[in-house]
């Protein structure tokens, strides 16, 4: 089933809640909290991450991809894999 | 958590005692003295089947589930007194033949496995480097494409096997800016024109294992031997260690198991004030100690035989087992010797010669404090 927009930001907040935030109020984590640059990945984690949307979503993402540009933020990733999702 | 063997498994772990008694107790105190990598014993282990017992059969191996593998490991440990030539066994299986059993393309596995298995080829793993050891995906080591090559430029340290090594599953970074995101593997052919053993390394412990520096100065590795996708080399390096730190220890089960019955042999024989020193409580405490580790070791180990076997992730489980056995190993040792007293600490009596090969275990494959960092991280911290 192809997510909605929506379902992106929703899957990807669970995701990191329950990988690399157990225990924190959901709250904490918006759409726009810095991920990479704030501390919650670094670049061993953001790679869980890949993986995660690579087999969630059913895209590739390329090693260049995976840096701060597309990976530091939910809204960045989601739109990653929008625009993936739409070629 | 039933460790009765099945009576497969006490056949594999009987004939792996007897084994390692016959070819590979040869004159270890010469051979660790000299460093010597004992090629005919390797060859031997080989037509045991020991490089090809983890690996499907579809891929040319015995396909033995890996609890069937560790009882064969842990009486190879028993019975072996060249515990370096066994180390060099587990880093060819868990850190370059398993690799390529996960992540080779049919191609590679093809073209590489039948020499890893039939012993005709020596594997290594180069990952650590001078400056990068525990943050392993800090390498310098890069790979640049140049039409259908990679050209690798960098020196890779502590790289076990090396010397005798045929092929290397190497990490190197597309792009150092990516972080762990740029690590890649591949499989070098370590005859390839720009691989050198820069330098022989001489260690504590271990000392019939191999190891060396290896600088790769323009060395030219065809796309076809990339191992897994560009920027997943953490990956591939992840499940390496993750096999290394759950099963390489399997070995140091039997050497305990042995230290424990020579210690209880000497200390009903040894007499001093009149009698035998294993009526002295503070002797007795040491055995005692040595049984109890034995005992919480094995399930440690053979858990994680069970999990991979239900093809279960492990990384904490595998990390726990790490950090236990080595701990453990290394105490039995310096037990051992207490109870053997000065004897203990003479060659001849090659309990010293433990002590030294266990000492490496808290370092290889993450050291203890790493081990305890990836525990930690799995409990949410
Ligand atoms: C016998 C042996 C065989 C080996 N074989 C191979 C091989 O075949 N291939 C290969 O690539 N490598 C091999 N290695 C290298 C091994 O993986 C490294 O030695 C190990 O990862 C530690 O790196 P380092 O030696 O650079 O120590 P460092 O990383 O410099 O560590 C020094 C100290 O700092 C501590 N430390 C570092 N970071 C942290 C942290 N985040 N938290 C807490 N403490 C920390 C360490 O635990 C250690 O006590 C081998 C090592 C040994 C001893």
């Keep these: 089933m192809t997510p909605t927009p929506d379902a992106i930001e929703y899957e990807l907040r669970r995701y990191l809640l329950a990988e690399f935030l157990p225990g924190e109020s959901p709250a904490n984590l918006r759409d726009d909290t810095p991920l990479r640059t704030g ?49 | 958590m039933d460790l009765e063997f099945s009576d497969e498994q006490r056949g594999w772990h009987d004939a792996a005692v007897d084994f390692a008694r016959h070819h590979l107790c040869n004159d270890v105190i010469a051979a660790d003295r000299d460093e010597a990598f004992d090629r ?7 037509e045991f089947g020991v490089l090809a017992m983890p690996v499907p059969k579809a891929m040319g191996g015995l396909g033995l589930p890996i609890t069937d593998v560790i009882a064969v490991m842990e009486g190879l440990g028993y019975g072996a007194k060249d515990q370096g030539l066994l180390f060099s066994i587990n880093a060819h299986l868990w850190t370059n033949t398993m690799p390529l059993v996960q992540w080779g393309t049919p191609d590679q596995r093809e073209r590489w496995l039948p020499g890893l298995l ?11 480097e001078p400056d990068s050891g525990s943050d392993v995906f800090a390498m310098r080591t890069r790979a640049r494409r140049d039409g259908d090559h990679y050209v690798l430029d960098g020196t890779k340290m502590f790289v076990t096997n090396a010397p005798v090594a045929d092929v290397i599953v190497a990490y190197a970074t597309i792009d150092p800016k990516l972080g762990a995101m ?15 053993i820069s330098k022989r390394i001489e260690k504590l412990g271990l000392r019939t294992s191999p190891m060396a520096e290896v ?5 030219r590795v065809p796309v076809i031997d990339r191992l897994g996708r560009e920027g997943r080399g953490v990956g591939v390096f992840e499940s390496s260690m993750e096999w290394e730190r759950g099963c390489i220890l399997a070995n140091c089960l039997g050497v305990m198991r042995r230290q ?20 002295f409580q503070s002797v007795a405490n040491k055995l ?26 492990c990384t904490v489980e595998a990390a726990l087992a790490k950090l236990h056995v080595s701990d453990c190993y290394v105490k039995n040792g310096l037990d051992a010797i207490q109870v053997f007293g000065g004897y203990g600490y003479m060659k001849e009596y090659e309990l010293e010669r433990d002590l030294r090969d266990a000492v490496g275990s808290t370092l290889y494959s993450g050291t203890s404090e790493i081990q305890r960092n990836l525990v930690a991280r799995g409990l949410g911290l």
Excluded at chain 2, 118 to 128: E, Q
């Design chain 2, 288 to 313: 005692v100690d040595m049984r109890l580790r034995l005992d919480t070791c094995r399930p440690l180990v053979y858990r994680i035989g069970r999990l991979k076997e239900a093809g279960r992730d």
């Design chain 1, 39 to 87: 501390g919650i990945l670094d670049s061993v984690a953001t790679l869980k991450v890949v993986s995660f949307v690579e087999q969630s979503f059913g895209i590739e993402v390329e090693a260049h991809e995976a840096g701060v540009e597309h990976f530091d933020r939910i809204v960045d990733i989601a739109a990653l894999v929008r625009r993936k999702r739409g070629r």
């Design chain 2, 260 to 279: 424990l019955e020579r210690c209880l042999d000497h200390a009903r024989q040894r007499r001093q004030f009149g009698q035998s020193i294993g009526k």
């Design chain 2, 118 to 128: 039939d012993g005709s080829k020596v594997g290594a793993n180069g990952a650590s």
């Design chain 2, 182 to 196: 740029g690590v890649t593997g591949f499989i070098v052919d370590a005859h390839a024109k720009g691989v050198t």
């Design chain 2, 40 to 46: 005919a014993a390797w060859k031997a282990a080989a």
């Design chain 2, 215 to 219: 600088v790769f100065d323009g060395v």
